[in-house]
């Protein structure tokens, strides 16, 4: 990673129905040496977690049982 790298994915908690219940954004440090970092968009975008690699914010997510959004997704295909 380098400091252009300029990226961020979207992650989300099944919900009821339509929406998701919690959705949280992952991006890369503006300071690469600062990791990936997990933040919540409802609470001000409050740094939740930050992991040293890719992988350990992927295994923190996961714990919780988040999903990545990969283009649209529609309750129809089987979120």
Known sequence: ????????????????EVLPTYILIVAASVNEWQGIRVV????RNEVVFVGSTYDEVCTFLWDDEFHLIEGRIFPDDGW
Do not use: A, C
């Open 40 to 43: 919540d968009p409802l609470k």
């Open 1 to 16: 990673m380098t400091q252009d790298d300029k990226w961020f994915e979207v992650w989300y908690s099944d919900g009821e």
